[in-house]
């Protein structure tokens, strides 16, 4: 490290001298700036600062040396102090004249200003007389008798005469302090902010936690990023603008997507901004070279506390000769893109998302008033519909206010038609969400954009990269623009043109190797892809979408609900392939994750006539419905599947979708039309001789009957189901049967009976290693043995159980939030037996949680259990 002169001290105890004694002067103010800098490194310094416990009182001599000679030592080890001080002694470099206090003085002094040079000893004049003046002048001193000595060391400061005899009076006629040159005023250039500004609190918190973070010894460099119109330049302002006090040096601003002055087929180059800035800093020339700028800038910053805000940067070669090299200053970047790149210069990154629904409906009330309290549903719908982008949902309130007749729910519907948010809101008549999208847009690679605009046909929220690597691969066939380079393999292809996606916040990555649009960003895609790809690749592009869902719907089949396969309807060679999934949990968590889009594949195919894909898809759906029971799509699904089913002429597929849409429509308490439709399948299994198939029917019209308590009618359905799969060696479905006759028994309050059957359909089902099935029979087994009293003489047995079947639900090969629901209810009412009302809240509270989204119905039963009683 390089030191601090060994005169420092001197010179900075000269400079204070010549500074005069006014403490509002620009060079005091700047002075306490170093002090601050310097208490940065040693806060004990801030004791010897005039001021610190001397209000009004003259500060002795002594005091100000003490200043001079720890600020020297504190600069010998400290760069900040050491950089602040020798900027502060080049704008007022000493000698001044001595002051009282001092070793020696100068005529005219103030009390209490600083001291000249210690080592200066004093020099007596022979003989003074006031000079004339319209104010009396000092006392002159006595002359000293005796000769003057001044060694080599010594340092005068001031008028002093040496000589060996004068005669006469001596005047001193000090020459005018020249005038210092012009300040340049303190640059404030930050964007003016708005009176109101919503939300971001934890925006906010996150970036005061990450300048928090900041080594001290580092520049502080802070990337704000994320979509067009999510607020990026107004949050970075407003929080710039909140730190004021902590840059007194200044706050610049660029804006680094303009266009450039000299080039208009580009953003403007740093070179252009570095010059703005030194000139704003003061410099009186700058040199041609963006190397010779950046090199300047860093100079002339060094040192400086000030703040510097870049906005609408497109990379990070763009901000990287802008950046300061002082850790007093801060850099604040804004950009659509993540500008990864800058991760290595130190930058932390931080992802701005929409507002929080509440604060969003608070700006949209901005214009709409008292109309968006009377209809908080519509305010909601509408905030959602502009993604909750504070730029959308502004424009919408903006909206409001020039039309006060219009209703919300007028503006939701106008929203939720064509082209949504992205083209109908408009500022002068452009669609200022389009404008910003599509610029994103054309910057991407040739490949990106190709896969941008053919994931926006899909009718998806998710997309897997192994999907996106078919759709390169299959652009690659037919020869147009797309994602692949020269050389390179469709799957790098696809990661080259995600990972240009990404960075643009066009696409966001929710998992490993899986993707979402934004929802304003998805009606941008597919208007661009429906425009720009031609008929035929538009829909192979969905052909692909359709096979991918079929072919990994499959697997999570075979690893769910292998018993459930349909025989001679195998996939044929050459379809999309499939999504590796790696085992239950990870197959049900893909069927969980790709719901909307399995259902959007079922919907395309029935709209496009793809009818075999139609009802094979719906019934591959089967696990997905069975654990996690979402009653409309099933329902939805399963009405579109029978279609198809019955116009491809397929009897097994029309079978399939009544008696597993039947279910749907049980489980939604449409008990008749669900009766109906299990009537239907077993007409057409009569028909056509499928034993199997009317077992099945007759289970599902027994458990209808069983659900509205005509429990006799129930127990024949049941028994003859039995007896039919029995008859085929229909070993699975034999033990399902017995656990339907169990509940029949619990219903009927035959404990005994439905103990017995319950234990035998468990036995079966566990040799036959059908996992789920056996943790629903043990669970049902665990509750009967609690309502009995746990009659095997084995205390708590039933609970015991319970517990496990609820482990089993909780994760692995048998989850299931459905059956967890239940075990938690059953175990509450096991607590509340026992008098454990404690226990009894716990465990309903957390069923509740669950059926708030599974079903309300029952979670109103939940909350009948937890009133106080």
């Not at 080594?215 to 802070?222: D, G, K, N, V």
């Not at 380079?485 to 799957?491: I, K, T, Y």
């Not at 656990?739 to 566990?766: F, K, N, P, V, Y």
Request: proline share 8%.
């Amino acid at each position: 490290m390089r030191a601090f002169p060994s005169d420092g001290s001197e010179a900075l105890l000269s400079a204070m001298a010549a500074c005069g004694a006014d403490p509002e002067s620009p060079a005091w103010r700047e002075l306490a700036w170093v002090m601050d800098t310097a208490a940065r490194a040693d806060p004990s310094v801030t004791r010897l600062w005039p001021g610190h416990g001397t209000r009004g009182q003259p500060v002795e001599a002594t005091r100000w040396q003490q200043l001079a000679d720890t600020l020297g030592e504190l600069a010998s080890h400290d760069a900040s102090t050491r950089l602040a001080l020798t900027k502060w002694l080049r704008n007022y470099p000493g000698p001044g004249p001595a002051l009282p206090g001092s070793a020696s003085m100068s005529p005219g002094s103030a009390p209490g200003a600083p001291p000249t040079s210690p080592t200066s000893p004093p020099i007596p004049p022979a003989s003074t007389q006031p000079a004339p003046s319209p104010a009396p002048a000092p006392e002159p001193p006595t002359p000293a008798a005796t000769t003057n000595l001044i060694s080599g060391s010594s340092v005068l400061h001031g008028p002093n005469v040496q000589a060996r005899d004068i005669h006469g009076g001596v005047h001193f006629h000090p020459s005018a302090t020249p005038a210092p040159p012009p300040r340049h005023p303190v640059p404030r250039q930050l964007p003016p902010v708005t009176a109101r500004f919503i939300g971001r609190e934890t925006d906010r918190h996150a970036l005061d936690a990450l300048r928090a973070e900041r080594p001290a010894h580092a520049p502080q460099l802070l990337v704000i990023t994320g979509l067009a119109g999510v607020g990026k330049t107004t949050f970075a302002a407003h929080w710039l603008h909140e730190h004021a006090d902590s840059f007194p040096d200044g706050q610049l601003y660029a804006d680094l997507g303009a266009r450039n002055t000299a080039a208009e087929d580009g953003p403007v180059s740093p070179a252009t901004v570095l010059e703005a800035f030194l000139i704003a800093l003061g410099a009186s020339s700058v040199p041609s070279g963006t190397a010779q700028r950046s090199a300047l800038w860093r100079s002339t910053t060094s040192g400086l506390r000030l703040a510097v805000l870049l906005d609408s940067a497109f990379t990070a070669a763009q901000v990287r000769p802008l950046l300061l090299g002082t850790p007093t200053g801060l850099t604040v970047v804004t950009s659509r893109n993540n500008l990864t790149g800058l991760r290595v210069d130190g930058a932390s990154v931080h992802r701005l998302e929409g507002l929080p629904t509440a604060s969003a409906v608070e700006l949209l009330a901005v214009g709409g008033g008292t109309r968006v309290a009377r209809e908080p549903a519509a305010a909601r719908e509408v905030v959602r519909l502009c993604g909750r982008l504070p730029l959308a949902v502004a424009l919408a309130s903006a909206q409001l206010a020039l039309r006060p007749h219009r209703s919300v729910s007028a503006l939701a519907d106008s929203l939720s038609r064509g082209r949504g948010a992205v083209d109908t809101l408009r500022v002068d008549g452009e669609a200022v969400m389009r404008t910003a999208l599509d610029m994103s847009y054309d910057v991407l690679p040739g490949g990106s954009r190709a896969l941008y605009r053919r994931m926006g046909l899909l009718p998806a929220d998710r997309h897997d990269l192994s999907l996106l690597t078919a759709l390169a691969a299959d652009v690659e066939e037919q020869g147009g623009e797309g994602p692949g380079e020269e050389g390179v393999d469709s799957a790098e292809a696809a990661d080259i043109a995600v990972d240009a996606l990404v960075e643009s916040n066009l696409l966001e990555e929710t998992g490993p190797g899986t993707y979402r649009f934004h929802d304003l960003v998805q009606p941008h895609a597919r208007r661009l892809g429906e425009e720009l790809e031609d008929p035929g690749l538009r829909e192979r592009t969905l052909r692909r979408f359709v096979d991918w869902c079929l072919s990994t719907a499959a697997s999570a089949e075979g690893i769910l609900t292998p018993s459930h396969r349909l025989a001679g309807h195998d996939l044929p060679a050459g379809t999309t392939p499939a999504t590796p999934l790696d085992g239950p949990e990870e197959a049900l968590t893909w069927l969980d994750t790709h719901r909307n889009g399995l259902m959007g594949a079922v919907r395309l195919s029935a709209r496009l006539g793809w009818n075999s894909s139609c009802w094979r898809l719906t019934d591959l759906m089967w696990p997905l419905f069975l654990r996690l029971r979402p009653s409309e799509m099933w329902i939805e699904a399963h009405r579109l599947g029978l279609e198809a089913a019955r116009r491809s002429g397929s009897r097994q597929g029309e079978g399939r979708m009544l008696t597993s849409g039947a279910i749907g429509l049980r489980d939604a308490g449409r008990y008749r039309e669900a009766a109906d439709w299990y009537r239907q399948a077993l007409e057409a299994a009569t028909a056509d001789g499928d034993v199997r198939q009317q077992a099945q029917a007759l289970s599902g019209l027994g458990h209808v009957a069983l659900l509205a308590h005509r429990l006799d009618e129930a127990r024949g359905h049941f028994e003859h189901a039995l007896r039919l799969r029995e008859s085929i060696g229909y070993r699975r479905g034999a033990a399902l049967t017995r656990r339907r006759l169990g509940e029949t028994a619990l219903t009927a309050g035959d404990l005994a009976t439905a103990a017995e059957q319950l234990r035998r359909a468990g036995t079966e089902l566990d040799a036959l290693g059908e996992t789920y099935e056996a943790t629903r029979v043990l669970a049902l087994l665990g509750h009967v043995l609690d309502r009995a009293g746990d009659p095997d003489g084995e205390p708590g047995g039933g609970v015991r159980r319970l517990r496990e079947a609820l482990g089993r639900f909780r994760t692995g090969e048998a989850r299931s939030e459905h059956w967890e629901a239940r075990c938690l209810e059953w175990l509450g009412q096991a607590a509340e037996t026992r008098g454990d009302r404690e226990e009894s809240v716990r465990h309903y509270e957390a069923a509740r949680a669950l059926l708030r989204r599974l079903s309300p119905e029952d979670a109103q039963r939940l909350d009948d259990r937890l009133r106080p009683r």
